[in-house]
């Protein structure tokens, strides 16, 4: 795979399972043993663990939109960083209250 085709896969990853909550999607998309680097945690991620996490994020944000403006590949690492999360927040969700607003963040 060219590092283009493993950057536009990362971009397609987030498209498809949090931009189009396309759940049956993420079998394909993450592996078991994918490490997926949220805030501080380095976790290993499969899709079911993934799949609990859009669910959580979707039922307090339904209209969750985020995306990724910078993707760095090299060799076999791929990354996507500043992503961009633009959303009404209308449902508590582990911890965080809503405050019914829309919010952007940028990390």
Request: hydrophobic content about 35%; proline content about 4%; aromatic content about 8%.
């Amino acid at each position: 795979m060219s590092t283009e085709d493993k950057k536009a896969f990362i971009r397609q990853r987030f498209e498809a399972a949090w931009n189009s909550n396309d759940l049956a999607a993420l079998d394909e998309l993450y592996s078991p043993d994918n490490i997926h680097h949220f805030g501080s945690t380095t976790d290993r991620l499969g899709p079911n663990e993934i799949r609990r996490m859009i669910k959580a994020w979707r039922d307090a944000i339904p209209d969750y939109r985020c995306s990724i403006e910078n993707v760095v590949a090299e060799g076999d690492t791929v990354a996507g960083s500043s992503a961009i999360y633009r959303n009404p927040h209308v449902s508590a969700a582990d911890g965080v209250i809503s405050h019914g607003s829309t919010e952007e963040q940028t990390i």
